[in-house]
């Protein structure tokens, strides 16, 4: 047996070691449990659902697009289809796209690509206000209580519980400490 075999075989047969390790006789596949816990956690299928009402809300915009804001873009540029929008790269003029497509013809189409972009803004757009409209409905959170405060020699920002500034080596006053706890036993008391 040459050794490019030899090599052969041994990969092979670790292959097969894996394999049998992803099977467990007992209880099942391992790998189809994982992939159960996996396809199962809360965060994979909040983004299932989002993919499905996205594919939904695109044809929306679409919609939205080519039946009302392309036709009223069209009032203000005379006419002008948007889709027929295209350089023919044969040099040949054509009336519209479908006769360059017939004709087998190939286009450069920036009518659709204006199409596309304007889906774009319009979606980012409506999403924009959406996330808006949501956030006006969660509660602002809580102010942190301060953590720190300020040396009344150097004005450097020291820990809240700090007797000495470590920058100015300076001793701070404990009543300055004493009124961080009152405001701490405050705090409880109003949380209680």
């Known amino acids: 047996m040459s050794r490019k075999e030899k ?5 092979i047969n670790q292959v ?34 989002g993919i499905i009402i996205g594919g939904a809300f695109t044809s929306i ?13 069209s009032i ?9 929008l295209f350089i ?13 497509k017939a004709a087998e013809a190939a286009t450069l189409n920036y009518g659709a690509f ?16 959406l996330v808006r409209w949501i956030n006006k409905f969660k509660k602002p ?12 020699y150097c004005i450097t920002d020291i820990n809240i519980n700090a ?7 300076a001793d701070i006053d404990t009543a300055d400490n004493d009124e961080a706890d009152k405001d701490k036993a405050d705090t409880k008391q109003e949380q209680k």
């Open 61 to 73: 915009v679409n919609s939205l697009v080519n039946d009302i804001i392309m036709p009223i873009l």
């Open 163 to 169: 007797t000495k500034c470590p920058h100015c080596t």
């Open 7 to 11: 090599k052969a075989k041994d990969f």
């Open 88 to 100: 023919s790269l044969d040099g040949k003029k054509y009336e519209t796209l479908e006769a360059a």
């Open 114 to 129: 204006l199409t596309g972009v304007l889906n774009f803004l319009i979606m980012a757009f409506v999403v924009f206000l």
């Open 141 to 152: 959170d809580a102010p942190a209580a301060p953590a720190t405060k300020q040396c009344p």
């Open 16 to 49: 097969n070691e894996k394999t049998l390790d992803l099977i467990d006789y007992e209880g099942g596949s391992k790998l189809l449990k994982e992939f159960k816990k996996f396809a199962l956690k809360g965060n994979m299928i909040d983004l299932a659902v």
């Open 76 to 84: 203000f540029t005379k006419n002008i289809n948007f889709t027929n």
